[in-house]
């Protein structure tokens, strides 16, 4: 059996997996109805938002063994572009993403050619810096709350309308961007970028010595995932219509690698999960008790000791993809 023939039922299946996490996403405003209890769609949504964050951030991760422990500062640029461009008079939602994706691109293409001449800790280090300096800087605008951040006066618009304000409308707006991104994605390490981008993180020396240039495409790889991560900063700020610089702190990225870690590393559609599976546990364990970081701690332990690829991987084992 080839390789490409041995691969594709496995793709084929994570690609089963993302389609039911949508298909379940979609039906939650009918369980919203049925338990009378609208709060479910604003989790559903911040669920959506951290799902879009985590599948950017595996784009960098698994497919190109970039450890950013800075990515959360995109999330402050999205949703401080709502903030900020709201307070201009600009609403839409549209341009509230264009703004959010022009700075995070502009962002990303400066300190990734910084933090790309580095490898192993010190990129961590390198995009921890950059972050925390993103942070500090959010910190610093008192005129939008400063460290206590500032609320919303009212969620974007949709095409002039006021449509946002309802949450079922937001809801559903998250949950096409995410089926959107993920198809982006998808199509993006499934093309000849893609495959350079696996062979970089495998071995960039020989993909040097075929002739290929891996700084240009891992640039390319965490621009793309710095303006991805952005768009979920733009809902978070939706959702919750309040911004603060809490939004882009470390702690915040060091949740969206255990979200991707918890999924499954190099796996768009574990990370989705991930994202899902963490958020859900850490509402429910909040719920049993105050210690709740300590159980969740001990679960991801042993998520990583007995299964190393993540709650895909467990699934996989399950039907027996992977051995």
């Given amino acids: 059996m080839s390789i490409t023939a041995a691969v594709r039922p496995r793709v084929s ?47 960098i991760l698994g497919y190109g063994a970039m450890v950013s422990f800075g990515h959360a500062a995109y999330l402050g640029f999205g949703a401080y572009a709502v903030a900020i461009l709201s307070r201009f008079g600009v609403t839409d939602l549209s341009l509230h993403i264009l703004g959010a994706v022009t700075l995070s691109a502009i962002f990303a293409a400066i300190t990734g050619a910084i933090s790309l001449r580095t490898r192993g ?21 008192s005129s939008f709350g400063g460290d206590d951040g500032t609320p919303l006066q009212a969620r974007s618009t949709l095409f002039g309308s006021q449509a946002l304000e309802s949450d079922l409308t937001l809801f559903y707006t998250a949950l096409a961007l995410l089926i959107v991104l993920f198809a982006l994605a998808t199509r993006i390490v499934g093309s000849r ?15 040097e010595a075929i002739g290929l240039a891996p700084f240009r495409y891992q640039l390319t790889a965490f621009v793309i995932s710095g303006c991805m991560t952005s768009v979920a900063g733009v809902l978070l700020a939706n959702q919750a219509e309040f911004v603060s610089p809490a939004f882009m702190s470390w702690h915040r990225s060091g949740e969206l690698i255990v979200m991707v870690v918890l999924g499954g590393i190099g796996n768009l559609t574990g990370a989705i999960g991930g994202a899902v599976v963490a958020l859900l546990l850490e509402d429910w364990l909040a719920m049993l008790t105050e210690h709740w970081r300590l159980v969740f701690g001990v679960f991801l332990i042993l998520m990583v000791l007995y299964s190393p690829h993540g709650i895909t991987g467990a699934l996989e084992r399950l039907r027996g993809v992977r051995k």
């Fill in 193 to 207: 970028f893609g495959r350079v981008l696996i062979g970089t993180r495998e071995n960039s020396v020989r993909m």
């Fill in 121 to 141: 800790v010190y990129f961590i280090m390198i995009t921890l810096a950059f972050g925390q300096m993103a942070y500090f800087f959010f910190i610093s605008l």
């Fill in 13 to 59: 299946m994570r690609i089963w997996f993302a389609i039911l996490i949508f298909a379940a996403f979609a039906l939650l405003p009918v369980v919203s109805a049925l338990t009378d209890d609208p709060f479910l769609l604003l989790i559903g949504t911040r669920i959506v938002a951290y799902a879009i964050a985590a599948m950017a951030l595996d784009l």
